[in-house]
C-alpha cells in the first residue's frame, strides 16, 4: 500500500492544490507541501502530453533545491472538449463560458503524474471521462458565486458544489479531483518493489 512504501521516505508534494494535499491525508502520506510557481502554457500539444509535462516541470523545479533521496511528486490537471483545454478559469467569464461549453457534454479530465527519486524519473498519466447534466444560466450564476470554479481546471470541482452537474464519472474519481491514486500506486510499486 502507498502508505508503506513511503513510510521511512521524505515525501515532497510539488502542489498548491488543497486537493491534492487532501487526498494525500486520505491515503495517510505524510508529505511536505512546496507549493511552485511555473507556466503551464496551452499549447498545440496532445492534453496528456501537456498535463504529464506540466507536472514534471513542477517535480524538476524543486528537485535541485532539496535532498536527493526524497521522493517528490508533481501532478497537472487539464479539462478536454472538443479540441479545447479548458484550464483554470482567470476571469468570471472564462468560468461561465466553460461551464456553458461542459453543459449537456462528456469531457476528459487528463491528469498528469510525475514521480522522481534519486536518479529515476516516473511520469504517466490517467484519463477520465466525466458527463455534465444540462445547466440552466442561473445554476451557472449561482455556481459562480460559490467561487469554487477560479481554481479548478475546467471551472468545477467534483468534490464540491460541482458535484451536482455530474451524471457520470467513467474512470478514477480521484483523477478528476486532481490526484489519480491508483496510477500513483502503481508508479510507486514499479520504482520501489520490482
Known amino acids: 500500500m502507498i502508505h508503506n512504501i513511503l513510510k521511512d ?8 492544490s488543497p486537493r491534492r494535499r487532501l487526498i494525500f491525508d486520505l491515503l495517510g502520506i505524510k508529505a511536505l507541501v512546496i507549493p511552485t510557481h ?3 502554457p496551452t499549447t498545440l500539444e496532445l492534453p496528456y502530453i501537456q498535463a504529464i509535462k506540466h507536472a514534471k516541470n513542477k517535480v524538476m523545479a524543486i528537485s535541485g533545491k532539496i535532498d536527493e533521496d526524497a521522493v517528490i511528486i508533481g ?4 479539462v478536454y472538449l472538443n479540441g479545447m483545454i479548458l ?3 482567470r476571469s468570471r467569464e472564462d468560468a461561465t463560458d466553460y461551464l456553458r461549453i461542459l453543459s449537456g457534454k ?6 498528469g503524474l510525475c514521480v522522481k527519486h534519486c536518479q529515476v524519473i516516473q511520469c504517466d498519466y490517467a484519463r477520465s471521462r ?5 445547466l440552466s444560466e442561473q445554476d451557472i450564476e449561482e455556481y459562480i458565486i460559490t467561487r469554487e470554479p477560479f481554481d479548478k481546471a475546467g ?3 467534483v468534490q464540491g458544489f460541482g458535484s451536482q452537474f455530474i451524471t457520470r464519472i467513467n ?5 478528476v479531483m486532481g490526484f489519480p491514486v491508483n496510477l500513483f500506486y502503481q508508479l510507486l510499486k514499479g520504482m520501489f518493489q520490482e
Open 130 to 134: 466525466v458527463t455534465f447534466g444540462e
Open 106 to 111: 462528456t469531457h476528459s479530465v487528463y491528469t
Open 75 to 78: 501532478a497537472d490537471t487539464v
Open 171 to 175: 474512470g478514477c474519481y480521484f483523477n
Open 155 to 157: 471551472a468545477y470541482g
Open 38 to 40: 511555473i507556466d503551464e
Open 87 to 89: 484550464g483554470k478559469p
Open 9 to 16: 521516505k521524505k515525501v515532497l508534494l510539488a502542489s498548491a
